[in-house]
């Protein structure tokens, strides 16, 4: 019994690996979803007295529940029939694509992560890069929504600052969903996105398939009351103009409201601009076409280097914020009063 056994080196790093995953996916996860569950129900206790709009059950029902929600609904099973029957796949093949497609979709909004550490950073980033000012806003338009409507804001896209600043700038109205293009789909930042309540877009997908699971989930969430916030021009502005609008996100939302449902689904304009945006030489380059655009390694070096001296300016006190950042609240449309107005029905278009 007291004898030694000697493993060869890979055996032992196979069992020392094992033993690892073991201790992580039994003993760590487990413990930190009981402290996270814990942290969670105080910060959405707290919230929801202070919160224009609440958080819907919708957003804090577990991911796994959601996307067995998806795969079960009956256009995205009729969309599996369909795509099986014409492309001759098997059933069992369409649908492990389609439960991909719904994992890469759905969110896993932490409550905890968004309202003590998601808004404590957009508010010192914003505060601190930015002097922010508020402009014109209908207060007492905004006051007369429901609030068990489905609000969605619908906003320019200058800077990808636009996220951190409209969270910042909704934290005592709702938790905001975006949608979150391709670029951010890398570990570990999807994740964090995930947790904040974003779900991912394929901007450019010609995925039929793809497309009804995307419009189903968005649909759901229309449904459930998740406030959400949508830029139409489907990516950032290269000189400050308004690009064409991409409506197929708004598409999805409409298809999801009901005239005589429970909610009304109200669209509140939301106009950001800036003294100057911190992608302005890469949108620069961008749009001349002659330019030579650099690879993904200088890139990602020229980002570094502007962090790196933008943080030498701080150590030396001589940094200064990229002027003033502002926002403008528009009135909102609610779609029942726009279509009882026009005699409309988009359920029946």
Request: proline share 4%; glycine share 6%.
């Amino acid at each position: 019994m007291t004898s030694a056994v000697i493993l060869p080196f890979w055996a032992f790093v196979v069992v020392a690996v094992l033993a690892a995953w073991a201790a992580y996916d039994k003993l760590l996860m487990p413990a930190l979803r009981w402290f996270m569950a814990g942290r969670t129900n105080v910060v959405l206790e707290e919230v929801s007295t202070r919160l224009r709009i609440s958080v819907r059950p919708f957003q804090h029902t577990r991911r796994q529940i959601l996307i067995h929600r998806l795969l079960g609904d009956p256009k995205v099973q009729a969309a599996v029939e369909q795509y099986a029957a014409q492309n001759k796949v098997p059933l069992p093949v369409v649908l492990a694509t389609v439960e991909r497609y719904a994992r890469e979709i759905v969110p896993a909004f932490n409550a905890y992560l968004y309202f003590r550490i998601g808004n404590w950073i957009g508010r010192k980033v914003s505060q601190g890069l930015y002097r922010v000012r508020l402009g014109f806003v209908d207060t007492e338009a905004l006051k007369s929504v429901s609030e068990n409507a489905t609000v969605v804001f619908v906003m320019n896209h200058r800077s990808n600052m636009d996220y951190i600043l409209a969270g910042y700038l909704a934290a005592d109205q709702a938790a905001l969903s975006y949608a979150v293009g391709e670029w951010a789909r890398i570990w570990p930042l999807a994740a964090l996105i995930r947790s904040m309540g974003a779900y991912f877009v394929r901007r450019n997908s010609k995925d039929e398939l793809y497309r009804r699971v995307l419009e189903r989930y968005i649909s759901m969430a229309t449904q459930a009351g998740v406030p959400q916030a949508v830029f139409p021009e489907g990516g950032l502005t290269r000189d400050g103009l308004m690009r064409e609008p991409r409506l197929g996100v708004v598409d999805y939302m409409l298809r999801g409201f009901w005239l005589d449902g429970a909610r009304d689904l109200v669209f509140v304009l939301l106009g950001l601009n800036y003294d100057r945006v911190l992608e302005d030489r890469t949108l620069l380059l961008s749009a001349d076409p002659d330019a030579r655009k650099p690879g993904r390694f200088w890139a990602a070096w020229n980002t570094l280097g502007f962090a790196a001296n933008n943080l030498r300016l701080m150590l030396n006190s001589e940094w200064r914020r990229f002027g003033y950042a502002c926002v403008n609240f528009g009135a909102p449309v609610s779609m029942r009063e726009y279509c009882a107005l026009r005699g409309l029905d988009f359920q029946k278009l």
